[in-house]
């Protein structure tokens, strides 16, 4: 079920088109080995490439906002949260994954910040952009289906936790194992689903609230909504780094996360 309002449908309707066209070009780029070979200007310009085509909304909004300033758009307001969305977990969550969920990256650059290279700020932009699309659908299906308040938590968590496990599952396989790998898939399954997500239960809030109706959402508040739910995602996984973790797994502080071979993670032949 798409959004009501006309130009939140068309930009969620662009972002479920385009999920097969980046998951098939991200597929041949990592499958292909080609990843494997590419330094920091060529996964650069990947990124670029994929974000590129998430932000199209951007340059063509629905005819209903042609009229309007860019920065009263629901095309920019979607597209900005979604890129500062993605920018923030990149930043504050994946040194977590390195440390409490023994993820390991196999790409061979030296643009990283954190451990983590840069040009994944932009792939996720794309991934996320899919995320906000399917979460608005997912939440407004279950809304419509769930059966009086006492069933009013559905919208808000099956969404997540089903997106969360579907990109846990299907990036941690045994063809990528040379660029992405868990050291303890199975764990990683069921803790780091359910960690990660929260992110997407508190993000689910700002992309709902984002012009789902006639209400137009200023602009200002999309920076709210996101310094909000980073905020939260980041107070929650200090949490569990700290008080959870530790009973369930070994947290390496600062483990090295890219490149590390001593793990899952197999050697370039």
């Known amino acids: 079920m798409l959004s009501p309002h006309p130009a939140k449908a068309a930009v969620e309707r662009w972002w479920l088109l385009y999920t097969p066209i980046w998951g098939a070009v991200a597929g041949a780029v ?7 070979a590419w330094k920091d200007v060529e996964c650069m310009f990947f990124g670029v490439v994929l974000a590129a085509g998430a932000l199209v909304p951007l340059v063509r ?3 209903s906002e042609r009229g309007l300033p860019f920065l009263s758009r629901t095309s920019t ?7 500062l969305f993605a920018f923030g977990l990149n930043y504050a969550q994946t040194p977590f994954f390195f440390d409490v969920l023994h993820m390991r990256y196999g790409f061979d650059v030296t643009w990283t910040i954190d451990r983590n ?9 794309a991934y996320f952009a899919t995320y906000a699309a399917l979460a608005g659908v997912a939440f407004r299906f279950l809304a419509k289906k769930a059966p009086g308040r006492t ?3 559905m919208p808000w968590t099956i969404a997540p936790i089903a997106i969360a496990f579907a990109e846990t599952a299907l990036n941690a396989n045994p063809w990528l194992q040379s660029l992405f790998c868990y050291d303890d898939l199975v764990f990683v399954l069921w803790f780091g689903t359910l960690v990660y997500a929260f992110s997407f239960v508190v993000a689910l809030p700002m992309w709902m609230a984002i012009d789902e109706r006639d209400v137009a959402l200023p602009i200002r508040f999309v ?16 949490l569990v780094r700290h008080h959870v973790a530790p009973l369930v797994t070994t947290v390496v502080d600062h483990a090295p996360g890219l490149r590390e071979f001593a793990g899952c993670l197999v050697p370039p032949s």
């Open 30 to 36: 990592m499958l292909s080995g080609w990843a494997e």
């Open 61 to 63: 909004p629905h005819e």
């Open 77 to 83: 307001k979607l597209c900005l949260s979604v890129v």
């Open 117 to 125: 290279p840069v040009f994944l700020y932009l792939v996720t932009i």
């Open 151 to 153: 069933w009013a938590w």
């Open 223 to 238: 920076f709210v909504y996101v310094s909000a739910a980073l905020f939260a995602d980041w107070l929650f996984l200090e």
